[in-house]
């Protein structure tokens, strides 16, 4: 099995580009599993049921093949050398995720079904059955259903193979560039070598992790779509080395390359690279900003044998109806949610639906949510809301009275179509704006025309007036299409110039420098000499900083723009405050001269830049502020308090940066004002993570002890599987913590990870940023592996299959771009907002209806088998059976099943309004109060006395005495008939007992299956039948001499109320003193009509926090826009082309 | 207190706002139909235990069930039951000699007999059974050890019994019938009843064979071969079970009771549920004067005894019993009803305390949000 996955990183060039690039295997991450997740335009055919796969087998492959790769310290490998690269036998490039081929099928997988322990407990009965001198029924009773749920499994593992076969063998012949020996050939993707020198073009996906030699593109740029890997749809720039760059689109210099890389062997570390490449002696150093890696989802499954099967297995009374009656109620069930219309979203038209063959009742044990944030919380769109201008508040819209108006979709947009170059899907509400704007206002010229020059956006025109924008943080994108629409257009920049178009006139503005944007400086700064020769310094950035920086003169204007970002604030916007400074001529000269003296310099470079901004970046004269939305999905903020009332814990596991992540928590009301605490863990190394997450449980809990008291009990079939569990600390007060990818990644480390768990579990909230695919699964397992909780992972991207797939429950976001996540999950839908009904109303019902089904089910065959077994006293022994062979048969198959599956299907204890009105109804499946141990000891234990019963009351009815004829009736044919009479009754007045929803179906299943009994018993034990078969029917007349009896009715009426009384005057005497939350809701139901749904209210909070702002939260591009490289390389071409078709919009 | 719940918006058909979907031509929305099934929302009825369902539940079932359970034990108290253990396990018993000195191979039975006195006279129908106990008749091999086809006069299975009476199947050579382990273990004691009135004469009581089996054992689970025309060529070319004295075509004179339809036959083969039974073996007709059927006085039991029990530590009885409409003596129903009833009574008097205790406090309880 080859251990590699399809990379399945885009790049993004412009038309007709290419770029060359030096395979290499070595960045290949490692998987344990051995799992391969194919490319996006290959996923749609591979959604095979991955997730259930057992792994024994190939977990110990996986394992001999890591132990070989950790002996590989490093990797070496030549270019333009395969002798000398194959000589190291580093795997090739093809992949294969098949599991059979024709000949390996039949065995593998019957031997695969046969280690489902269910399957090989039926063969053994099967076998059992065989010998004539054990077997007191017949065997086919059970060989059929057991031939018949295997042939269907087979079916479905045979198809599911072969389209595995069919996508491998189109990602494996995907045809790509090679050069060999000079020439470019086309080459199967699978055939490439490592060390080949590859060109790809543009829109190609990478199925390998490269190392960039050179681009067509200036600069030797690429720019690569990373939303597989961390979710973010922005591209990502990666530079060539100069030395490879040179090499351009030379073939011949290529073809004599002969660098050397000397790098790390696979890891599945994404954000760091090391390597070093040497060419002609000389060693250049290799970063990641060279590799285009591959993405990292991993498909670690552990194979998870549920509480069920254990179930199945311990039990030796479980018939394979109750295998069947499973599969049947978890179909049904996620039928039901797939036929929701309340999980239907209109807009892109799509509904819930489930997608693998799932455990629907885990929905209702939910303890832990991990949700990725872009795409799943948020729409992932910025949009530009709100702005305030020199003192004025725009964007709000207000009736006569003064209102808030709530902005609908049927609000009156703003017409900008007096601006041709406006971006059409930019929506405004606000006319008063665009007014001013055109009206001359110069404070609001001078607004958007530092919102068109300050930034690094770089702009793509394909056709005339038809702009896109290529934006490295949305933010950005959306505040220069702000400025676009309100007639600022950006329009072309060189490293030089900015070219924009003010009110329909073209500008262009001498670009004299950028003071691009760190985490420290928090803003960032253009300086621009207009045509008139006026230099200014425009400058965006978070408020705290600009305010610091400001002249006193604006102190009016800061207390009135202080009352709007705090409105902002509290609206969860973004805010970024505006600021100019009109530069002296002179001054300016002589700080040119500095600034280019200090970004020379060789030690000290930073600081010095530093201090030189710090000194020009000061008596600015505020302009205004802004606030971008980052649009949250509909009802995120009430579905998360839901879940929140329901004990969900929810952990947002994200790629974004730290600040966006903080932003959404409080907007999605995650992290809230009133939290005692909010602890942020971003330390870089082991010790500081140790110390940040010692000192938060410390400060949450100082009593808690320093170790964790992890409780080791064993589990599963014969108590074989260890388990640890870390019990829940009680905190006082909210606590949320925010921890970051690299301190996520020492966290993660064994002797860290059980602090990691501890301290993240006594937060309301965890937020998870800046995290690999990876880690998110990492995060998943550790709580799965800990906690013992069933978990739920939600997530839209790519980068999300992994912890989809780690988590018991995967949910994808479906109807956005990507099919990954949506095809690796179990249930996919278009809102977040749905997981609350998917939880709190199917996931409940789901669970109820499972454990009603199971513990009935268990009920009645164990109370069936009890009465054998007191029997056994009573016939020497000799597995003599109480009832007719014929009723064992059906009793499963036929009298109780439908009424049970009946049960399973339609049960509620209240309705779906009740339930989300309630999220507290959500509590006792977390616990799994309904299928416990206790809830299982008692339910035998009831089987128990209800067997005693069903077996010595018609015992000592029937005992030493006669019919009234003074004939026969304590002969075992009268008797077996008679106690199976009770029986049946008895179980379906247990029914009636448990059924708490009874529909049309309910009743026709349970009365019908009793007519059926009483029916079948009569044409059976008829004559007639008698007389066709007689060895096979040796029960005629039984009927008609034994149930026109009185006392063997007053004896059913006698055992039905011995077994029902108790059952009714206990869950009346709990209901009574120790009422539930359901009996509360379900008495209140029966009293008041259902809630109604309660009217969306447009969620405002009173927040006095200064949302973040609105930047990239890396170093920006400054250096690259501004690069005098940029100039020597190439003639500038027209810039516009660089960017592919992204537009902000879209990112 | 209410939770300031969200509520998807109401994406349902019943609201116009969907309207755009369903135009003619318009490609089919994946929207889910709207059936009450679909979403859910069957109408159902919700029953719940409350107070006013339940505590009345109990008191009438306690009430109902107590005169029923009284006139149940009144009614077994009224039938009259005469039982007699003559297996001759102890010295001084009558048959001990007989149990004592069996052997399988003597040809004239040995033949005891027990007296004993009927304290009540017995009016009506009595029955006279005979009982045995530790005789698992319910052992799994055993019960299986028959072939319903050859007592049902299937020629093939005459010739040919199923295998399910081995070893009891063949013996030399010829097909056993009837074949198996129950047949050949037929109970072969002869009880005949005397009375003895007090001038000392010993006056033979009238024993009824006839009307001891089922209808439907003996109409239609068991025939002969071959009609009932001859019995001994119908049964030609098979051999007797291996314990029996005598083959099956010569167990009664009387045709209509002879061969697989002979109704001790029947009797035997209908087997006991549990290892003591009591078998029908004889009806004691009454009389049509208004004398009673069995007067008080003194009796003697002539036991032939043929049938050994003590080799597996059985015992053998003979049961005078008359009948009621409910059967057999059989004090456990009343006894169980009058109890069942009081406990429901108490149950219903408990229920109720508890239920003005309590309920106050859950009916005013708020659901915590």
């Excluded at chain 1, 017949?138 to 499994?153: K, Y």
């Excluded at chain 1, 062997?265 to 390597?275: A, I, S």
């Excluded at chain 2, 056993?176 to 033979?204: E, H, Q, R, V």
Aim: net charge neutral.
């Amino acid at each position: 099995m080859n251990n590699r996955k399809e990379p399945y990183q885009r790049r993004k060039q412009r038309e007709g580009g290419h770029l060359h690039l030096f395979t290499s295997n070595s960045f290949l991450s490692e998987e344990p599993e051995g799992n391969i997740f194919p490319s996006p335009s290959l996923l749609c055919c591979c959604h095979t049921g991955v997730k259930v796969k057992d792994g024994i087998w190939s977990f110990l492959l996986s394992q001999l093949e890591k132990k070989e790769k950790k002996q590989e310290e490093e990797r070496l490998l030549r270019a333009n050398d395969r002798g000398f690269n194959l000589s190291f036998q580093y795997a090739n490039n093809a992949i294969r995720t098949s599991k059979y081929n024709i000949f390996t099928f039949l065995p593998l997988n019957l031997f695969e079904q046969f280690r489902r322990l269910a399957n090989a407990y039926f063969l053994f009965l099967l076998i059992l059955q065989m010998i004539p001198q054990v077997s007191s029924l017949s065997w086919f009773t059970t060989a059929v259903p057991l031939v018949l749920v295997l042939s269907i499994t087979a079916a479905k593992d045979a198809s599911d193979d072969i389209n595995r076969h069919k996508c491998d063998k189109q990602v494996n012949n995907r045809e790509v560039e090679v050069l060999i020996d000079g020439e470019l050939k086309k080459e199967k993707w699978k055939d490439v070598q490592v060390g080949d020198i590859i060109k790809l073009e543009n829109n190609e996906f990478v199925t390998a992790d490269l190392l960039l030699l050179s681009s067509s593109e200036p600069l030797n740029l690429v720019y690569v779509e990373t939303a597989e890997l961390d979710g973010e749809t922005n591209l990502k720039v990666k530079q060539a080395l100069t030395v490879t760059g040179e090499m351009g689109d030379s073939t011949e210099a290529l073809a004599t390359f002969n660098g050397e890389v000397r790098c790390e062997p696979p890891n599945n570390c994404l954000d760091k690279f090391k390597g070093t490449l040497t060419v002609n002696g000389q060693a250049y150093s290799l970063d990641n900003d060279k590799v285009l890696l591959r993405g990292c989802v991993n498909a670690s499954l552990s194979s998870f044998l549920t509480f069920w099967s254990y179930v199945i297995v311990l039990n030796t009374v479980v018939p394979i109806s109750l295998y069947v009656s499973v599969e049947i109620i978890r179909l049904g069930n996620s039928f039901f949610i797939d036929w929701d219309r309340k999980m239907y979203y209109p807009k892109n038209d799509t509904c819930s639906s489930k997608n693998h063959h799932t455990l629907n009742e885990e929905l209702g044990q939910i303890k832990y949510i991990f949700s990725d944030k872009t795409g799943t919380l948020t729409q992932n769109i910025m949009t530009f809301n709100k702005c305030s201008i020199n003192g004025k508040a725009y964007g709000e819209l207000c009736d006569f009275s003064g209102q808030r108006i709530e902005i609908t979709e049927k609000t009156p947009r703003v017409d900008f179509s007096w601006n041709q170059l406006a971006d059409p899907k930019f929506i405004f509400h606000d006319h008063s704006l665009v007014e001013t704007v055109r009206e001359g206002n110069p404070e609001v010229q001078s607004f958007f025309r530092l919102l068109a020059l300050c930034h690094t956006v770089m702009p793509e025109e394909k056709k005339d007036g038809e702009l896109f924008y290529q934006a490295q943080s949305p933010d950005e994108g959306a505040l220069v299409t702000a400025a676009r629409n309100f007639g600022f257009v950006f329009r072309s920049r060189t490293p030089e110039t900015i070219t924009i178009m003010e009110m329909g006139r073209k500008v262009v503005y001498e670009l004299v420098a950028v003071l691009d944007f760190n985490n420290v400086r928090k803003r960032m700064s253009v300086i621009v000499r207009s045509p008139e020769g006026k230099t200014t310094l425009y400058c965006k950035g978070a408020d705290t900083i600009i305010y610091e920086r400001l002249h006193p003169s604006c102190r009016d204007l800061m207390k009135v723009t202080t009352d709007h970002l705090n409105m902002y604030a509290g609206d969860g916007l973004r805010t970024l405050v505006l600021a100019s400074k009109d530069l002296d001529e002179s001054y300016m000269q002589e700080w040119r001269k500095r600034h280019n003296e200090a970004s020379t310099a060789l030690d000290g470079r930073e600081e010095r830049l530093e201090e030189l901004y710090e000194e020009i970046e000061k008596d600015m004269t505020l302009l205004g502020a802004t606030a971008v939305e980052d649009k949250l999905q509909d009802g995120v903020p009430q579905t998360i308090e839901q879940l929140a009332k329901a004990d969900i814990k929810i952990w947002v596991l994200t790629g974004d940066k730290q600040e966006t992540a903080e932003n959404i928590g409080y907007s999605c009301n995650m992290l809230r004002e009133e939290m005692n605490d909010v602890f942020i863990v971003a330390a870089n190394t082991a010790e500081g993570v140790r110390e940040e997450l010692r000192s938060a449980r410390r400060k949450m809990c100082p009593d808690a002890a320093e170790q964790p008291s992890v409780s080791t009990s064993r589990s599963g079939l014969f108590w074989l599987k260890k388990t640890q569990t870390v019990q829940d600390e009680k905190v006082d007060g909210e606590y949320a913590m925010l921890i970051n990818g690299h301190s996520l990644a020492f966290a993660l480390e064994e002797d860290l990870e059980l602090e990691l768990l501890r301290t993240a579990c006594m937060c309301q909230t965890v937020i998870c940023c800046r995290v690999t695919p990876l880690q998110k699964a990492q995060v998943v397992q550790l709580v799965k592996k800990y906690k013992q909780a069933v978990t739920l992972a939600i997530g839209d991207g790519a980068n999300d299959v992994s912890m989809i797939k780690a988590a018991h429950i995967g949910v994808g976001i479906s109807g956005q771009e990507g099919m990954q996540a949506v095809l690796s999950s179990d249930f996919s839908f278009a809102q977040f907002r749905y997981l609350q009904r998917l939880l709190l109303v199917h996931g409940r019902w789901s669970y109820l209806r499972m454990c009603k089904f199971l513990r009935y089910f268990f009920y009645k065959n164990f109370t069936f088998t009890f009465v054998h077994f007191w029997y056994a006293f009573f016939c020497g022994f000799s597995a003599q059976t109480v009832y007719d062979e014929w009723f064992i048969t059906l009793y499963n198959t036929v009298y109780t099943s439908l009424p049970v599956l009946a049960l399973s299907l339609f049960d509620q204890d209240v309705n779906d309004r009740w339930s989300s009105q309630y999220p507290q109804l959500y509590a006792p499946g977390q616990q799994n109060l309904y299928f416990s141990k206790k809830a299982f000891m008692n339910l035998t234990a009831f089987s128990c006395y209800s067997s005693l019963v069903l077996y010595f009351v018609p015992w000592a009815a029937i005992h030493d005495t006669v019919r009234d004829d003074g004939k026969d009736i304590a002969d075992y044919q009268s008797f077996a008939l008679f106690a199976q009479t009770c029986l049946l009754i008895v179980v379906s007045i247990q029914m009636c007992l448990d059924t708490y929803h009874w529909t049309a179906v309910n009743n026709l299943f349970i009365w019908g299956s009793l007519a059926t009994y009483f029916a079948v018993t009569f044409t059976m034990y008829s004559n007639g039948i008698f007389v066709i078969i007689p060895s096979a029917f040796p029960f005629v007349g039984t009927e008609r001499n034994t149930l026109n009896l009185p006392n063997v009715w007053l004896t059913i009426i006698l055992t039905s109320l011995l077994c029902i009384l108790p059952v009714v005057a206990y869950r009346f005497i709990v209901m009574q003193i120790r009422p539930t939350i359901n009996d509360k809701v379900r008495h209140r139901a029966r009293k008041e009509p259902p809630p109604a749904p309660a009217p969306r209210r447009p969620a405002r909070r009173v927040s006095t926090r200064r949302s973040g702002y609105a930047f990239a939260h890396s170093k920006g591009y400054g250096d690259l826009v501004t690069s005098q490289r940029f100039l020597m390389k190439r003639p500038v071409k027209s810039r516009v082309m660089l960017f592919s078709h992204i537009t902000p919009a879209e990112t | 207190m209410m939770a300031s719940s969200y509520n998807a918006k109401e994406e349902d058909g019943h609201h116009s706002g969907s309207s755009s979907h369903g135009g003619p031509g318009a490609m089919k929305s994946k929207k889910p139909d709207n059936t009450a099934f679909k979403q859910q929302r069957l109408p159902a009825w919700q029953p719940i235990l409350t107070a006013g369902t339940v505590l009345p539940a109990f008191f009438v079932i306690g009430l109902i069930f107590i005169p029923i359970g009284i006139g149940l034990f009144v009614t077994s108290n009224n039938i009259k039951e005469f039982e007699i253990d003559y297996t001759g396990v102890e010295v001084d018993t009558p048959c001990y000699n007989c149990a004592k000195n069996f052997s399988w191979n003597s040809t004239t039975p040995c033949v005891c007999a027990v007296n004993f006195t009927l304290d009540q006279p017995f009016e009506s129908n009595v029955y006279m059974y005979y009982g045995l106990s530790n005789f698992y008749q319910n052992h799994r091999r055993y019960v299986k050890s028959r072939d319903d086809s050859q007592l049902n006069g299937v020629e093939s299975n005459l010739r040919q019994p199923s295998k399910e009476c081995e070893p009891y199947r063949t013996s030399e050579g010829l097909p056993i019938a009837p074949c198996g382990a129950i047949a050949n273990s037929l109970f072969n004691d002869t009880l005949t009843l005397y009375y003895i009135p007090p001038n000392g004469t010993k006056l033979s009581v009238p024993l009824t064979k006839k009307g001891i089996a089922w209808w439907t054992d003996k109409h239609v689970k068991f025939r002969n071969p071959g009609g009932s025309a001859n019995l001994s060529t119908a049964f030609q070319g098979t051999a007797k079970p291996v314990n029996w004295r005598k083959p099956v075509y010569e167990l009664d004179e009387d045709s209509e009771n002879n061969g697989f339809i002979n109704e001790d036959f029947i009797v035997w083969m209908r087997t006991a549920a549990l290892p003591t039974f009591r078998k029908l073996y004889r009806i004691i007709q009454k009389k049509p004067n208004s004398t009673p059927t069995l007067s008080s006085g003194k009796y003697v039991l002539e036991i032939a005894y043929n049938y050994p029990v003590l080799s597996f530590d059985g015992r053998k009885r003979m049961i005078l019993s008359t009948i009621s409409w409910m059967g057999g003596k059989n004090p456990f129903l009343g006894i169980a009803y009058i109890t069942v009833g009081s406990i429901c009574f108490f149950l219903g008097v408990v229920l109720l305390i508890i239920h003005h205790k309590y309920d106050t406090r859950s009916n005013s309880a708020e659901i915590p949000n």
